[in-house]
């Protein structure tokens, strides 16, 4: 292993180390981003964060949002999988986006990037909605694995408000209770959405949390894994580590 990239920010320590080709971006010591030139697959949670989106035809995600970038794990399987024709992608945390843009290079892979406060930018945000909006905010300062926004009903209702009618909502949480007491886990956060689902995989604590407008079912999802060919090889089968479970 090797650093190969550091540096100190408002009392973070950041740092990018490099094991073969594959890299990943800490925070005081928390993993939150990874990257490698030639796969798709971390066999980690950032796969479970677009994974839900195959639960449906990947032409229907023309506009896709990502709040909290980290290091753009998701970036490459978004491009390579969904290739929707508007990638955005909102960080607060300036040396996540630095190493984003000049270390894993996502840049290339045609996304637009904001510094921004996500909640600020997204009530701030008047333009069309999103077909897929992925939220992962968690504080880079933060040495446990938790949300960095409560996730409150006003809070999921918001980032609804800008998911298009047939769109999904996506979000990151630390581990089954974090969701389990929070008001997203009740009955009244399925307004407008029509399917829920609950991805894990055994590398991580995270349950992140799928709210589909269309309605769904998990076969779909291993359905379509095994029609995708750069999801269907050997190394992939090997390396997709998930588990999915409907909960509505």
């Known amino acids: 292993m090797a650093v190969v990239w550091s540096a100190d920010r408002e009392g973070v320590r950041y740092e990018v180390h490099r094991k073969g080709k594959k890299m990943e971006l800490y925070a005081n010591g928390v993993q939150h981003s990874e990257f490698h030139p030639q796969r798709l697959l971390t066999g980690s949670v950032w796969d479970l964060l677009w994974l839900p989106a195959l639960l449906h035809p990947t032409e229907r995600y023309r506009r896709v949002l990502v709040l909290g970038l980290g290091g753009g794990s998701l970036i490459p399987p978004i491009r390579a999988l969904l290739d929707p024709q508007t990638l955005v992608a909102v960080e607060l945390d300036a040396p996540h986006l630095e190493v984003a843009r000049d270390v894993f290079g996502v ?3 045609g996304v637009e990037t904001h510094l921004a406060d996500a909640c600020q930018w997204l009530e701030e945000y008047q333009g069309p909605p999103f077909d897929l909006i992925i939220e992962d905010l968690f504080a880079p300062s933060n040495e446990q694995v938790t949300r960095a926004v409560p996730a409150s009903l006003e809070w999921q209702r918001r980032l ?89």
């Open 107 to 109: 840049a290339s892979l």
């Open 160 to 248: 609804a408000s800008h998911v298009s009618d047939q769109g999904m909502l996506v979000m990151n949480f630390g581990d089954w209770a974090e969701y389990r007491d929070s008001a997203v886990s009740g009955d009244e956060a399925m307004q407008g959405f029509s399917s829920r689902f609950r991805l894990s995989c055994g590398d991580c604590h995270n349950a992140v949390i799928a709210f589909s407008r269309s309605p769904a079912r998990s076969v779909k999802l291993r359905r379509h894994l095994a029609d995708i060919p750069e999801l269907s090889t050997r190394d992939a089968r090997g390396r997709l580590d998930y588990h999915i479970r409907q909960l509505d």
